[in-house]
């Protein structure tokens, strides 16, 4: 299949799976399809504000996640609060799985 241009997906599915704090636990999300471009974008726009960057990040890049916390940027605070390093792991998540790699050859 040839590669077109404009014609990646708008979102992705992942299946994260996360170990800490005494639980090993499998998180589904959806994540959107942000490029670098919108990301530096973001960026600068969040640039001077008082929101918290990483769950705010969170917030930008996930479209939706199967769990009881709320999409939101007070779910997600309450998320981190509860399993420290749970932003990170997402955010890593996504770049991780939005990277195109070789399989195969």
Known sequence: MA??????????????ELVGGGESIKLKLTYHNR?????????????????PFMPSMVVYLVKDMETD???????IMEMEDERPGICDAIIAGFHQTRRTKLQGN
């Open 3 to 16: 590669i077109k241009k404009g014609n990646a997906p708008k979102s992705f599915p992942a299946e994260l």
């Open 35 to 51: 490029k670098p471009s919108e990301l530096e974008n973001w960026l600068k726009d969040l640039e001077g504000s008082s929101a």
């Open 69 to 75: 916390y709320s999409l939101s940027l007070e779910g």
